[in-house]
């Protein structure tokens, strides 16, 4: 398996543009977290799925943020318009169901960077 | 909300030497995670622990979960440079599949060869 793929690996931006993130999880995980990783805050949970449903969507930062999964084999964290405060690094992580905690396993990351 | 405090937030060692960090809570978890952080990487996880006391080891790692289950350690034994990135503690209040994690702050660790 290639593991939980993210693309794309970096994005430069501009203020107020719209930004799209994507993940394809581990074929067969029934769940997917959405990470943000910042020097200040380090990383933070901002929404998970399970079977493609949202569960918690507690950590989404602001309603600029959402994130959505048509289906089991895909993800998207979508920043609309996007701000420089928003930029970071955003790991996907997914997790087979009836397992134990240690199987998050995280993806290479997205390292956003909005001028 | 739930914090994990992290110590040191970063280390400059010799290589050979022995390591130690850890990760303070607030609050109770039952579950203890840590994790190594490669530059340009995600997090992989290192060593998981369940149980109050439970000291368990990966090669030259070691880490313990508190008693208290507020705390945990990990200790890296004769390191080398390839130990080089960015350690994470993740502590879960739950052990099933979907609980959220609450991650540490971070211990950046550089070897010198």
């Known amino acids: 398996d290639a593991g939980v793929i993210q693309s794309p690996r970096h994005e430069v931006t501009e203020m107020g543009q719209e930004v799209t993130l994507r993940c394809k999880p581990i074929?067969?995980?029934?769940?997917l977290f959405w990470y943000r990783q910042t020097m200040m805050r380090g990383l933070e949970l901002l929404i998970y799925?399970?079977?493609?449903?949202?569960?918690?969507d507690s950590g989404m930062p602001e309603d600029r943020f959402s994130a959505k999964m048509p289906n089991a084999s895909f993800s998207t964290l979508k920043i609309q318009p996007s701000e420089p405060r928003d930029s970071a690094v955003y790991f996907c992580?997914?997790?087979?169901?009836?397992?134990?905690?240690?199987?998050?396993?995280f993806g290479p990351g997205t390292r956003l960077t909005v001028l | 909300g739930q914090q994990l405090n992290q110590s040191p937030q970063s280390m400059f060692i010799q290589e050979g030497e022995d390591v130690s960090m850890n990760c303070t809570s607030s609050?109770?978890?039952?579950?203890w995670l840590w994790y190594k952080q490669d530059p340009g990487e995600g997090p992989v996880l290192l060593i998981a622990l369940y149980k109050a006391g439970e000291l368990t080891s990966n090669g030259r790692l070691t880490a313990q979960f508190g008693i208290t289950r507020k705390d945990s350690f990990l200790n890296i034994s004769a390191s080398i440079p390839s130990d080089v990135g960015i350690y994470f503690c993740a502590g879960q209040i739950g052990r099933n599949a979907g609980n959220m994690l609450t991650f540490g702050g971070g211990t950046r660790l550089m070897v010198k060869p």
């Open positions: 799925f399970n079977n493609n449903v949202p569960i918690d």
């Open positions: 609050s109770i978890f039952n579950t």
């Open positions: 074929s067969g995980h029934d769940y």
């Open positions: 992580a997914t997790q087979l169901a009836g397992g134990l905690t240690d199987t998050q396993y």
